[in-house]
């Protein structure tokens, strides 16, 4: 089993120590099989005085960058992450494609056992949430099978890209709710540091942050896993 994690990244000065978190936690040391990318979109390109290549649509600065020819901001994720797609199913043959945002912490071992038995085709998987009659995995970490991306990238066109009029994982969902069900992943979401340890579950592979922009709750949580370890 191969599987592709694509981080939703930013490189401005709130999100960046969230990506700096994500890196120096839970996307340190991953297993053999998978695959970490921080996707940015290309600005960062810009700001690190990196020549932007003609006719660019995806870049991969190794070790685990990965850049989109799309505008960085909130109402442009879903360019991103569908480029994202298009690049990793070229660049591998992964099982298995998982997309969360730096505000959360994957337990990559736990993501694999999860995984272990689920169906290698038409896989869609996250915590089911509906906005305005529109079931969805929520972005904060969506997982898809191999032949679900294709079918993304192969119907990109039938998707609305504008943020303003549905956010990435609410257009996501309404192309795939025609041909697949949404699968129940597992999360804890907390607020901050004190509902962490109330709420800690070391079989959950997923945390998410309502405060998204807090990098101290990455060294938490994996904290905690690694107290579970000893």
């Known amino acids: 089993m191969k599987i592709a994690v694509s981080v939703l990244a930013n490189d401005d000065h709130n999100f960046a120590a969230m990506v700096e978190g994500c890196r120096n936690t839970w996307a340190k040391n991953c297993p053999e099989n998978t695959k970490v990318y921080f996707n940015y979109g290309i600005r960062y390109m810009n700001t690190h005085g990196i020549e932007v290549p003609e006719d660019m649509n995806v870049v991969i600065i190794e070790p685990d960058i990965m850049v989109c020819n799309s505008p960085e901001n909130y ?110 992943g597992k999360r804890v979401q907390i607020n901050n540091e004190k509902e962490l340890e109330e709420q800690f579950d070391p079989n959950v592979y997923h945390y998410y942050y309502r405060s998204k922009r807090n990098p101290n709750l990455h060294y938490k949580v994996h904290e905690l896993f690694e107290g579970v370890k000893v």
């Open 75 to 184: 109402h442009a994720l879903l360019q991103k992450t569908i480029m994202s797609f298009d690049a990793l199913l070229q660049i591998d043959d992964y099982d298995y494609i998982v997309r969360p945002n730096c505000g959360s912490y994957v337990n990559l071992e736990l993501l694999n056992e999860f995984l272990q038995d689920k169906p290698r085709n038409g896989y869609y998987a996250g915590v089911p949430t509906e906005h305005k009659g529109v079931k969805y995995a929520s972005g904060a970490c969506m997982i898809f099978s191999r032949d679900v991306v294709q079918y993304l990238v192969e119907n990109s066109k039938e998707l609305e890209y504008d943020g303003k009029i549905k956010m990435d994982d609410v257009a996501i969902g309404d192309l795939l709710n025609k041909k697949y069900d949404i699968s129940e």
